[in-house]
Each structure stands twice: as structure tokens, then as C-alpha cells.
């Protein structure tokens, strides 16, 4: 059963340090999406890739987030430096093409004390 | 721009009680709607997929509508089971990107 896979599952650091995210999508999807979820806010598009190339980063902030996909088996995320406000679970999905249904990996929680 | 609300955000019902779940979004202009459903310290899984041109999806005990012109879709589950406690989500897609719903967290209570 293919499904998306998200490494750490997760994370501790403190504040200053980098943190990187690995999203390995489903073999054949060409759209892959990177969200936050808090209690507060909810599900919040960071970031989404089209066959690899960037679509839609305006969520992110530029400042300290990068969002990368080196080749189609590979998405990352990555902050830095990390701040105690990016605490989240960080989830990565990935669709067969333009609005398919999303599968979403199991997420990544990030603690930054 | 796009909203999208869900209410409510919270419901318990006793075992086999039929539910209907409600999701509200502002533009009407929505290639397509799904549902999803979140358990704890989990993902999420996708249940339906609503197209715009679509009116509703089944699967099983559930069965989604979606009225475009008044920015509504409802999630209905048959026969609720304690299995089905979970929060459903809604998300919208505008184009390409899902805009999500805050979740209604459901209990069903043996």
C-alpha cells in the first residue's frame, strides 16, 4: 500500500538551531504539498510543488523557511534559524496530479523550546 | 479570499445515530471539495472527493453533497460506529491548493 513518508516523525531543538524535514511522496504523484497544523490555526499551506517546480510559496516565511524538491522521491523543508512559534506538526501529501485526493504522511512534530 | 468553516466543532452521539457534519466557504469558484478524516497523532485520509460539476459521493456509510451556488457541503454517516470517532475535515480547492476547514471533532459513544 503506497503512502507518503515524513521524517524525523520527530523533533526537538532549541531555538537558533536548523531543523530539515524529509517528505519522500508517493512514486508517480507530480503535485506535493508541505502544511503546518496547530491548534491555533489549524492546517496552513507552507508550500506546493507542480513536477517539481514551485507553485505556491506565499504561505512560508521567507525569511527562515526553505522548501525544496532535489528530485521526485525527495521534498524538504527546512528552518532556519528555528523559533519557539514554528512548534507544529508539519505535514507533507502528495497528489497523482491537479486536484486528485491528497495522501498525507503521518506528519512531523516539531518542538522548539 | 477563500474561507472555509465548519461547524460544529465538536459533537458526541450514541452508537447507530445517523450525523450530519456541515462545511461552509465563501467564493463559490472551487475546482472541487473533500473530505477528510484525522485520527489522533495522525494524518490525514482522504474520504471523498466532490467535483464542482458533481453534486455528491458515497462510499460506503458516508455520503457527501456539495451545493456550489450557496458555498455548502454536508458529510452524512449512516449507522455511526465508535470506529468513526475522528475529526473530518473539509478542504477546498480554489486551484491546485486545498484551503481546510477547522475540523469538527466527533465522538461516538458505545
Known amino acids: 500500500d503506497a503512502r507518503v513518508t515524513q521524517t524525523p516523525r520527530d523533533k526537538v531543538t532549541e531555538m537558533g538551531q536548523e531543523v530539515t524535514m524529509r517528505c519522500q511522496p508517493i512514486?508517480?504523484?507530480?503535485?506535493v504539498f508541505w502544511y503546518r497544523q496547530t491548534m491555533m490555526q489549524g492546517l496552513e499551506l507552507l508550500a506546493y510543488?507542480?513536477?517539481?517546480?514551485?507553485?505556491?510559496d506565499s504561505g512560508m516565511p521567507k525569511d527562515r523557511f526553505s522548501a525544496e524538491m532535489p528530485d521526485a522521491t525527495l521534498a524538504t523543508l527546512k528552518i532556519q534559524p528555528s523559533e519557539p512559534r514554528d512548534s507544529a506538526v508539519y505535514f507533507c501529501a502528495s497528489g497523482l496530479r491537479t486536484n486528485s485526493p491528497l495522501h498525507f504522511g503521518n506528519g512531523t512534530r516539531l518542538t522548539v523550546t | 479570499k477563500q474561507e472555509v468553516t465548519q461547524i460544529p466543532a465538536a459533537l458526541s452521539v450514541p452508537e447507530g445515530e445517523n450525523l450530519v457534519l456541515n462545511c461552509s466557504f465563501t467564493d463559490s469558484a472551487i475546482y472541487n471539495l473533500q473530505w477528510f478524516r484525522q485520527d489522533p497523532g495522525k494524518g490525514l485520509t482522504s474520504l471523498l472527493l466532490?467535483?464542482?460539476?458533481?453534486r455528491e459521493q458515497t462510499s460506503g456509510r458516508l455520503n457527501a453533497s456539495l451545493d456550489k451556488s450557496s458555498g455548502r457541503s454536508t458529510l452524512y454517516i449512516a449507522a455511526s460506529q465508535p470506529g468513526d470517532s475522528a475529526t473530518y475535515l473539509c478542504a477546498v480547492t480554489p486551484g491546485g491548493k486545498l484551503i481546510f476547514g477547522q475540523g469538527t471533532e466527533l465522538s461516538v459513544k458505545p
Open positions: 510543488f507542480r513536477n517539481r517546480a514551485p507553485l505556491d
Open positions: 512514486l508517480g504523484h507530480n503535485t
Open positions: 466532490i467535483q464542482s460539476s458533481q
